[in-house]
């Protein structure tokens, strides 16, 4: 027990970080069967026990690989022709992020990140599934600026995907992972260079990364038996309430 112990960093003991490996198997799993709701979940998880400071580059670095696990689990429905433009408007997005993250009243940021979820969610935008790649590029830098800032966009992101891709779901989890891994990269990368101390966390991240494979496993046959109008529907609802709990987060932050 005092190697495991030794091994975590400060204020983390082995009870806590066994939850919270086990947490992320349950989540990644949740993920990868209905595209939303996993990463939201570990952060809440991850906010009763991390000091706020590792809070969000933690969680980035945990997202990273479980992300990264999904996209090369789903790789055979990945849309490659989206990204280039997504890169590059992540790119854009990431470094516009890393100077105004502090500017931003965070808030007003979840109301208004809430309400734009769920009315792109619920409101089917004419010609989205044919947006040009200069289209694609500007929709991947507002999310990749969100997630400076914002702990988990990944319902944000999903809304985008969803009015892009509205009738394959393995696309759009596939996608989903594959694009939510470079923006969790570039998240790693911002607060790496702004002097965070990952080699702490490493060993509990890595063995939050290796469960979370094993979900997205887990996860991944489930939505191999999800006929595409069930997912769609819960998929719609899993949004729309993680859209409202930004918003009621916001309300109590005014």
Do not use: C
Not at 141 to 160: D, H, N, Q
Not at 183 to 198: D, E, I, M, P, T
């Amino acid at each position: 027990m005092d190697t495991v112990a030794s091994l975590l960093p400060e204020g983390i003991g082995p009870g806590i970080a066994a939850l919270l490996v086990v947490a992320s198997f349950f989540t990644s799993a949740l993920t990868a069967a209905f595209g939303v709701g996993g990463g939201v979940a570990m952060l809440a998880l991850m906010g009763i026990f991390l000091p706020v400071a590792a809070l969000i580059p933690v969680h980035g670095a945990v997202q990273l690989g479980s992300n990264t696990g999904r996209a090369w689990h789903q790789r055979a429905h990945v849309r490659r022709d989206i990204f280039g433009p997504f890169i590059a408007g992540s790119l854009v997005g990431a470094a516009v992020g890393a100077m105004v993250v502090v500017q931003l009243p965070d808030a007003l940021l979840k109301l208004l990140l809430g309400g734009f979820i769920v009315a792109v969610t619920w409101t089917k935008i004419p010609g989205f599934e044919r947006l040009s790649h200069a289209g694609l590029a500007i929709g991947s830098a507002v999310t990749a600026l969100a997630t400076m800032f914002v702990g988990a966009t990944g319902p944000l992101l999903a809304a985008f995907f969803g009015q892009i891709m509205p009738d394959d779901r393995k696309a759009l989890v596939a996608t989903h992972g594959a694009a939510m891994t470079i923006h969790h990269f570039l998240k790693v990368v911002v607060f790496g260079l702004a002097g965070f101390a990952f080699a702490q966390w490493m060993p509990l991240v890595a063995a939050m990364i290796a469960s979370g494979f094993l979900g997205t496993v887990y996860g991944t046959s489930w939505l191999e038996k999800l006929p595409e109008e069930s997912f769609r529907r819960w998929f719609k609802i899993g949004i729309t309430l993680l859209a409202a709990d930004m918003i009621r987060r916001g309300v109590l932050e005014l």
